[in-house]
């Protein structure tokens, strides 16, 4: 390992306590012999007093810094202004609500520092959230997706839980801060970087997914994502399968038939979803409903 590898580790978060992830990332760097590292945290707007007043304390750790701002400015602008921010020459970003699973996290990712863009993935965390369904969701999902179909697809399969990104490609080519609501921009970010001809490199180096909202939270989240994906469906054609299926729904002058099951089924779906036995089934006619039953505005 030498002198010359450095790391800015950034972690975008919102009524989050994130200290113990930083004092894991802070001790796994700190094994790392011969690398400069940082690590910042930026709040975007957080409302809750207590996790702010917890995460402050992440000012006293040596190389770390609690960054916070009074508006809530999106996912995409928290993450253009950790790149300004940061001063090294390799970027780590890392969302709030993972965890470090494995000792040699960090040295996995110097270990591939020539890659212009590198992704680990995550795991879902072996503890299991009994009538959760974002756990449920996440759970059937990561089977689906391994590491050689992410290789296969290396941009759709991209997202922004665990990548390590060079400055100057990120500086270049930011995230769109016309994404302010949940959702997509990290879809979008993985079509930026095709279309510039930036390889994504994908590796087995995940980081763990063990921190579930409830059911309403979620779905609330995903309503909010599905208004972006039809305020932004030009955009994300070809990188959100649930795109690609609608639109080959609406090929088949079916469209109408989904408002209206919508119409008569979608609350019998969410009190479901919103239940103690959350079904997938369900979930994925309610997603696909509401898709069909919003309205489609101006960004």
């Known amino acids: 390992m030498t002198s010359e590898l450095n790391l800015s580790i950034l972690i975008p978060t919102y009524n989050h306590v994130c200290v113990d992830l930083v004092r894991d990332l802070q001790r796994l760097a700190d094994a790392c012999e011969g690398v400069r590292y940082e690590i910042l945290v930026s709040d975007d707007g957080s409302t809750d007093k207590a996790v702010i007043a917890a995460n402050k304390s992440i000012n006293a750790l040596p190389g770390c810094r609690y960054l916070r701002r009074d508006i809530n400015a999106g996912r995409a602008a928290t993450r253009n202004l950790l790149a300004l921010t940061a001063q090294y020459d390799h970027l780590l970003f890392i969302d709030c609500h993972m965890s470090v699973i494995a000792d040699d996290f960090i040295l996995r990712y110097l270990q591939c520092a020539d890659s212009d863009v590198a992704y680990g993935g995550y ?11 974002r756990y ?25 839980s665990n990548f390590m990104i060079r400055r100057d490609i990120m500086l270049e080519h930011p995230f769109d801060e016309r994404f302010r609501r949940y959702g997509y921009e990290d879809v979008f970010f993985g079509r930026k970087l095709k279309e510039a001809g930036i390889p994504v490199t994908h590796i087995d180096n995940p980081v763990g997914f063990e921190d579930f909202e409830s059911n309403e939270r979620f779905l609330d989240k995903t309503a909010e994502g599905l208004l972006t994906l039809s305020e932004r469906r030009d955009d994300l054609r070809g990188y959100s399968r649930l795109l690609d299926k609608a639109e080959k729904i609406e090929r088949w002058h079916l469209a109408g038939c989904v408002r209206i099951w919508h119409k008569l089924f979608g609350r019998l779906e969410r009190k479901n979803l919103t239940g103690r036995h959350p079904k997938l089934s369900y979930f ?7 898709f069909f039953a919003q309205k489609k505005k101006k960004p």
Not at 142 to 155: D, F, K, L, N, T
Not at 284 to 290: A, I
């Open 284 to 290: 994925n006619l309610w997603r696909m409903g509401t």
């Open 123 to 133: 795991h879902v965390g072996r503890k299991e959230w009994k009538g959760n369904l």
């Open 136 to 160: 449920r969701y996440e759970l059937a999902r990561h089977h689906v997706i391994s590491i050689e179909e992410r290789q296969a697809h290396p941009y759709q399969d991209f997202h922004t």
